[in-house]
């Protein structure tokens, strides 16, 4: 969850609303989960976007998404759980912190995971920014942070968790969130939520 004008906005990954030729139904945020637990209910999505890249070609580079989430009991999501900070177009190479929920042995999918470290660029395959990190699928659409801080779990959300290689377990990598991204959360911040 993410500050926003509208108080009801999730970012997560592009793949995580959309792949192949729709989105995706019946998509819920449970902020907080924690086997099984789900301390601050389900947040059902009225609104999904993507960006035209991911949505036309699933471009590794733009896998960036927002849901916009319908308010629970009468409040708005961010008015129940926070909201985190959103930046983009930020200097490469800083030092970030990613979470995820893997699902993938040896994770069962149960409880949040992070991995820190010095962000680097991708050099094979896409302009994304790597972390090393031994998440497993199921942590895709978990946020990046920088200016995190560990004792009150506030940062500045700056990538999502996106893709790994078959070759290497120990990489994880996020889209650099520059303009595309940002008009992503522009449109989801507009967005009604009834």
């Known amino acids: 969850a993410v500050s926003s004008n509208n108080r009801s906005v999730v970012i997560t990954a592009g793949h995580c609303v959309k792949t192949g030729e729709g989105f995706h139904r019946n998509w819920v945020f449970v902020p907080g989960y924690d086997q099984g637990r789900r301390p601050y209910g389900t947040w059902v999505a009225t609104e999904l ?10 471009d590794l580079n733009y896998d960036v998404a927002a849901a916009v989430v319908a308010p629970l009991d ?3 999501l961010v008015d129940v759980v926070g909201g985190q900070g959103i930046a983009f177009n930020q200097p490469r190479g800083r030092r970030m912190y990613s979470f995820g929920y893997p699902a993938s042995s040896p994770y069962d999918g149960g409880r949040l995971i992070y991995c820190s470290g010095q962000a680097f660029d991708d050099r094979l395959m896409s302009r994304n920014l790597g972390l090393n990190c031994t998440m497993t699928g199921g942590s895709s659409g978990g946020p990046w942070f920088v200016n995190f801080t ?3 779990g506030a940062g500045v959300l700056n990538s999502v968790n996106s893709f790994k290689y078959n070759f290497t377990d120990s990489w994880m990598f996020g889209p650099y969130f520059g303009p595309e991204a940002q008009a992503v959360y522009d449109a989801a911040q507009r967005a009604g939520t009834t």
Do not use: L, M, S, V
Not at 49 to 58: C, H, I, K, L, S
């Open 74 to 76: 009468g409040r708005r």
């Open 49 to 58: 976007f993507t960006t035209p890249q991911w949505d036309a070609g699933e």
């Open 150 to 152: 560990e004792t009150t």
